[in-house]
């Protein structure tokens, strides 16, 4: 008697669709994200960036593919049509002093990142004496071109990424600069006239004063606020002028002082 082969759990919902998370069309649109697919788009992330990019598309594949197979609508094996004969591709490029990545399944684009470019540093060349603090970054970024630009959610994430690393401490201070920024971006998804907004000049207006510590900025401090901005930022670009550029500028000032 010859043993059954085991069935794949029978789908109860439809699948999730490259279509439905990313903007993409044609053949790819209507193929179900895949776990063949996902893991593919990470290891080319890791190999390409050093890292997997938190919330890029191989994270978002990856949780896409895992409801696909608890689901049943595709096996653990399975790789998309469009992945499989086409390949994925992770490439990196400098314009104009910003770092442009840009994710591909096939030719389809699903995801591109632009960020301010920072430099690779040496020991010790971020932590002299006159180098910019993390409060002075902060400063600057309040008083620069985006200074009038009302705070919003990924303003917040970067203000208070900027004060954990600032602080050391992986939770944002109750009634500190963080939460004030918070608060302004939520306030400000409330409040239709963008003058009675919270700008980003009102929130970090003294914020030296304001930060229970502060630091030198480092390559990796740049690079955390950087991540947090774009992770809140539908475009995924940086704001110009915004707490994320002032940190990465003051990083690259502080590596070459």
């Known amino acids: 008697m010859s043993q059954e082969?085991?069935?794949r759990p029978q789908a109860k919902n439809d699948p999730i669709k490259y279509g439905d998370v990313f903007d993409v069309s044609g053949e790819l649109a209507s193929q179900p994200i895949a776990p063949k697919d996902a893991a593919l788009m990470q290891a080319t992330e890791n190999q390409t960036l050093g890292q997997t990019q938190k919330g890029g598309p191989a994270s978002v594949m990856q949780s896409a593919a895992t409801i696909n197979v608890?689901?049943?609508?595709?096996?653990?094996?399975?790789?998309?049509?469009?992945?499989?004969?086409?390949?994925?591709?992770?490439?990196?490029?400098k314009v104009d002093g910003h770092r442009v990545i840009t994710e591909s399944v096939g030719r389809h684009v699903v995801g591109q990142f632009v960020e301010p470019e920072v430099p690779m540093e040496t020991p010790g060349t971020a932590l002299e004496r006159d180098a910019i603090t993390i409060g002075e970054a902060l400063e600057a970024s309040g008083v620069a071109g985006a200074g009038d630009k009302p705070v919003d959610e990924s303003d917040a994430a970067?203000?208070?990424?900027?004060?954990?690393?600032?602080?050391?401490?992986?939770?944002?201070?109750a009634g500190g600069l963080g939460a004030?920024?918070?608060?302004?971006?939520?306030?400000?998804?409330?409040?239709?006239?963008?003058?009675?907004?919270?700008?980003?000049?009102?929130v970090l207006a003294d914020a030296r004063e304001k930060l229970p510590a502060d630091k030198?900025?480092?390559?990796?401090?740049?690079?955390?606020?950087?991540?947090?901005?774009?992770?809140?930022?539908?475009?995924?670009?940086?704001?110009?002028?915004?707490?994320?550029?002032?940190?990465?500028?003051?990083?690259?000032i502080n590596q070459n002082s």
């Open 158 to 173: 970067a203000i208070q990424a900027a004060e954990m690393r600032a602080t050391g401490k992986n939770e944002t201070e």
């Open 180 to 202: 004030r920024a918070q608060s302004a971006a939520t306030r400000n998804t409330r409040t239709v006239p963008d003058s009675q907004k919270t700008t980003l000049s009102d």
């Open 5 to 7: 082969q085991p069935e």
């Open 70 to 93: 608890r689901q049943g609508n595709v096996g653990r094996g399975d790789f998309s049509d469009v992945a499989k004969e086409h390949g994925l591709s992770v490439s990196e490029t």
């Open 216 to 252: 030198a900025v480092t390559r990796e401090d740049a690079e955390g606020v950087i991540g947090a901005e774009l992770r809140n930022k539908l475009d995924m670009r940086t704001t110009p002028g915004g707490v994320a550029a002032s940190m990465a500028v003051a990083a690259t």
